[in-house]
Antibody
Framework: QLLLQESGPRLVKPSETLSLTCTVS?????????WVWLRQPPRKGLEWIAS???????YYSPSLKSRVAILLDASKNQFSLILTSVTAADTAVFYC???????????????WGQGTLVTVSS | DIVMTQSPDSLAVSLGERATINCRSS????????????LAWYQHKPGQPPKVLFY???TRESGVPDRFIGSGSGTDFTLTITSLQAEDVAVYYC?????????FGGGTKVEIK
């Protein structure tokens, strides 16, 4: 059974860097899937942030591209999200997920972590 | 970017009745050579992660009850719940995976009347 679990600080100060890790069990991040970060701000819809393929190809949301990085650590079977210069607008539930049938960076998401609420506040 | 527009924003349906959710993409997500639509539907309940219901617009994910039907092609898609059950109360999202940036509709909240 595939399980994804987000971890990282729940509270980040404005202008600082948000770092989250997704630990994958039941599958290898080195296999032929994409690994993805998404978020949902309070009372808003779902937003895709970034994807990384098993071979390291990366895709980013244009609206966040200047502040975001997604990394793969096959030795730990994890992938990570780095979001710099955060503001209150970055407060959201962050989800990690697995991408399926990915072509040219386009995937749907068949398995999701439970999500973690990250609040940006001083 | 492909803009996904869902309607209605919310709907209230009696138990056992039909619920219909519409999703329109700003450009076609149909790959003609394979006749596949790069469109997925998700169900999102409070406190849980979203759950995929359909991919390729109409391929039901394993375990999804057959009262859920995904249909449509090109730019216009529909998610139908043929007989609403109490456990179907949720927000439903469509998502295009034709190309990055991957985009979602705004969501449709389904409630019991």
């Amino acid at each position: 059974q595939l399980l994804l679990q987000e971890s990282g600080p729940r509270l980040v100060k404005p202008s600082e860097t948000l770092s989250l890790t997704c630990t994958v069990s039941g599958d290898s991040v080195s296999r032929g899937y994409y690994w993805v970060w998404l978020r949902q701000p309070p009372r808003k819809g779902l937003e895709w942030i970034a994807s990384i393929s098993h071979s390291g190809d990366t895709y980013y949301s244009p609206s966040l591209k200047s502040r975001v990085a997604i990394l793969l650590d096959a030795s730990k079977n994890q992938f990570s999200l780095i979001l710099t210069s955060v503001t209150a607008a970055d407060t959201a539930v962050f989800y990690c997920a697995r991408g399926r049938y990915c072509s040219g960076g386009g995937c749907y998401f068949d398995n999701w972590g439970q999500g973690t609420l990250v609040t940006v506040s001083s | 970017d492909i803009v996904m527009t869902q309607s209605p924003d919310s709907l209230a349906v009696s138990l056992g009745e039909r619920a219909t959710i519409n999703c329109r993409s700003s450009q076609s997500v149909l790959f003609r050579s394979t006749n596949k639509n790069y469109l997925a539907w998700y169900q999102h309940k409070p406190g849980q992660p979203p759950k995929v219901l359909f991919y390729w617009a109409s391929t039901r994910e394993s375990g999804v009850p057959d009262r859920f039907i995904g249909s449509g092609s090109g730019t216009d898609f529909t998610l139908t719940i043929t007989s609403l059950q109490a456990e179907d109360v949720a927000v439903y999202y469509c998502q295009q995976y034709w190309s990055p940036p991957l985009t979602f509709g705004g969501g449709t909240k389904v409630e019991i009347k």
